[in-house]
DNA sequence: TCGGCCATCAATCAGTTGATTGAGAGACAA
DNA sequence: TTGTCTCTCAATCAACTGATTGATGGCCGA
């Protein structure tokens, strides 16, 4: 027997996300160069051919995971209405946006940084990794374009570079030892203190 | 004759300092995934065999590479005086180390990114990396507490705050796409105007 | 001179890893 | 019923990988 009814049996559009949801939890766990084949397809609870059927190989795997990533990245930034926040508002939204995505999902976050950082090297990876960096910086970018044009941000704020210094900001606070909500808040209030306008 | 006259003799402590280099070189092109045994010893022009007779295993190696990052960190950070620089002078000598590291020697940070993922998983690498970027922020923040203290930067900075943004900032102008001394010098120059005292 | 140690190498091993093969079972249309 | 298409699996492969073994030649102290 080697099909048996009781097995789940799933069309491969359902196949492939719940593939790629357990590539980036072993990702999280163990890195990317941990990552085996195997592994994969004991956690989604299939044979390893079974995972080749349904993905013709590792770098397509990859592929779809930082696809995967980035269809995440977008719907949750598009979730959330904006158009009616005050700049300062909407920098304390994408604060708290990240302080969420870090608890309430760090195997997100986790596995972007992986990515990023095989985006050097692979440039499959970065065709999928560079849109999403690009879509968050030119997130940030307009939120201190608006607080600069309106006053409540510094005037000789140059909205480019400190776009960097706010995400390069919020990852940091991340990467800080014993990472808590309270560190995180204390790092993205400094942030707050860098772009304001101290006159205002 | 399996060990030529012309072939270079070592002693083990000079010998694991070569490896070391090409480790560091091999996981700068391919990173941490990518990393060999075979490419290390073909790199450093030995047999594998004597590469194991130096270093245990892979384990160890990895461990005696974020060791010597850390010594270079250390060595550089300790080379220049700092002691007779202003707080701002001393922020921007920060930024010019920083950038001569980005260009003069980029497999050093390269691989300093690769063992900081790392090492949230192998505590043998965090034991080596967490004093280093503990060095650093220790650094940085004594820098901006001086600069608070003599009024050349916002009064309502915090320091440890501050320090995680500045070396986030840092490191995230070295994640741009095309990242040149220009603009480098753009997110640098940026720092310095979210820290600094506005009515100084 | 000689014996022991150090650094080195060719050859080899056992386990791992990505990928393939050939076939079985269920669904569904003709 | 029959045929075919999709999804699944056990078994297997060839290549790779970290590590070991046993031996060799040179250096150095006695």
Redesign the pocket.
Known sequence: ?????D??????DS?RTEIAGAVRALIAERGFE??????I?DRV??????L???I????A?ITLVAQSLRDDFIAQHRAQPRENLSPLEQLRLEFSDFRDTFFNNPERLLVMGEMQERARRDPAVAAAMTPMRGYWHQQVRAILEAGRADGSFRADLEPAAAAAIVIGGMVAATKQPNPSAESLDRVFAEIERCVRNPSS
């Open positions: 027997m080697t099909a048996p009814a097995l789940a049996r799933r069309d491969t196949r941990g990552l085996r084949m195997r592994d397809a609870g299939i044979n390893i051919a079974t080749h059927y349904h013709p190989s590792k770098e795997l």
